[in-house]
């Protein structure tokens, strides 16, 4: 049986659809995490790979914030508008 183009572009479709999300465009998300879970449930994706690519960008943008909270003091001096 071959696997379904859900299953071997899954992963890069659960990427993708989650940066789109959290860019702000009003793409939903969910079903595509239901139907790859669906998919790790039966298998035929591992679930590893799935929660990787589905937490990989909300925890760069937490990331990215907090990096950005602590160091906005040393950082805001260097901007020549905040001089």
Avoid: H, W
Avoid at 4 to 27: E, K, M
Avoid at 39 to 52: D, F, P, Q
């Amino acid at each position: 049986m071959e696997p379904t183009a859900l299953a071997r572009y899954g992963l890069l479709l659960v990427f993708l659809n989650v940066v789109l999300d959290q860019s702000g465009l009003p793409i939903p998300a969910v079903p595509i995490l239901v139907a790859c879970g669906a998919l790790a449930a039966r298998g035929e994706i591992s679930l590893t790979s799935l929660l990787l690519s589905a937490t990989a960008v909300p925890g760069l943008v937490c990331a990215g914030q907090m990096a950005g909270k602590s160091r906005s003091q040393d950082l805001l001096p260097l901007l020549p508008a905040c001089r």
